[in-house]
């Protein structure tokens, strides 16, 4: 399939993301519905070139769990990516509009994210680098699968020397400068779930207050010059205790996100995000809470995810014996059924 931007009628905006938008499109001569993500690349035109040759791997994959490619196009200065549309949307779009997501609809997403990431690392040696609810995508036919992938090393090196994406689910070691490797996807992966069975990001706090996501979304805005990996070696803050009683009034939602920190779960804290960083390296991972809510192959399955030490947490192929795992692959639950719920 042969694709010009002249024959792609847009439809619909679908989401802006970090140096990009996404809209629905049709292709009109053939009249097949498609997602065309928009990337801003501030690179020489042989670097373009370059970025557009290593999509094209994308063309060969072929897996169940994984976003279809139709083929990727220059429009100076942008690349556009034609990918399969998904009439569901994300996970978080999900989950911000029907609530917690079902441990049993979690258990199927944890399933079709690790047989994308093994698909992807066995057959192609690519590793996602960019797992989180927005990255995983639902149809009505009740099909999950992954997308954004790092396929593209120059596509990688453009983004991030323009902008680094939320780095809130990155790994420890990721953050402290060590290489990635599809260790650090299981990482994301843990984070992501606690998040969908939950309802809202792990690290932010448990209460009445609906502002943390605002604030989230301030601050993933403040992570804008950083080159990832450069943290390493750089002194980081403390946590400052968030003031009970500040002297000129109340705490509005405004002056909260004037601060642009995020809360921590049940800490009473808000963090900057050097100082969630931080929090990632040096605390204890979140964990599927409260203890006895969800069924304990889940809690256990989520902390065999969250172990810092890389050398500790498994691979996501060995992580598709796990026996929650199991248990998802022979659940009967109709997802068909729970995409016609939204
Ligand atoms: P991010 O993943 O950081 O949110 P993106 O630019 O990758 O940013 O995507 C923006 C939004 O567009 C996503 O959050 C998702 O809801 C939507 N989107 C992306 N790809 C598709 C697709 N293939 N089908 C339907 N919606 C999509
Ligand atoms: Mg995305």
Not at 248 to 261: M, V, Y
Request: hydrophobic fraction near 35%; glycine fraction near 8%; include cysteine.
């Amino acid at each position: 399939l042969d694709l010009r931007n002249e024959d792609l009628k847009e439809l619909q905006e679908l989401g802006q993301g970090n140096g990009g938008s996404v809209k629905k499109v049709e292709h009109v001569p053939t009249g097949k519905i498609m997602a065309k993500k928009i990337v801003l690349i501030d690179a020489k035109p042989s670097v373009r070139k370059q970025i557009l040759r290593e999509l094209q791997i994308m063309h060969d994959c072929h897996c169940d769990y994984i976003i279809s490619f139709y083929g990727a196009f220059l429009s100076d200065p942008n690349i556009c990516m034609c990918i399969e549309y998904m009439d569901k949307g994300s996970l978080d779009g999900i989950y911000k509009k029907i609530g917690p997501i079902d441990i049993d609809v979690v258990g199927k997403v944890a399933l079709a994210v690790l047989e994308g990431l093994t698909y992807l690392y066995d057959v192609h040696r690519i590793i996602h680098r960019d797992i989180k609810p927005s990255n995983i995508l639902a149809n009505s036919k009740g099909q999950i699968k992954i997308c954004d992938f790092g396929v593209s090393g120059e596509l990688i090196n453009s983004i991030a020397d323009t902008f680094v994406g939320t780095s809130t689910y990155m790994s420890p070691e990721r953050i402290q400068g060590a290489q990635y490797t599809v260790k650090s996807d299981v990482w994301s992966l843990g984070i992501s779930l606690i998040e969908l069975a939950l309802g809202r990001f792990p690290f932010s706090e448990d209460d009445s207050d609906d502002s943390d996501l605002s604030d989230l979304e301030d601050f993933e805005g403040t992570l804008s010059p950083q080159r990832p990996g450069s943290l390493s070696g750089m002194p980081l803050p403390p946590a400052r205790k968030k003031e009970k009683k500040p002297k000129n009034g109340e705490t509005s939602k405004k002056d909260k996100r004037k601060s642009k920190g995020v809360s921590l779960q049940g800490s009473g804290m808000t963090m900057s995000i050097l100082e969630l960083l931080q929090h990632i390296v040096n605390e204890p991972a979140p964990r599927l809470t409260p203890e006895g809510r969800f069924p304990k192959e889940a809690e256990e399955f989520i902390d065999s995810c969250l172990f810092k030490d890389p050398e500790e947490r498994v691979t996501p192929k060995e992580l598709l014996k796990h026996s929650w795992i199991d248990r998802a692959r022979t659940d009967t639950i109709d997802l068909e059924a729970w995409t016609s719920t939204f």
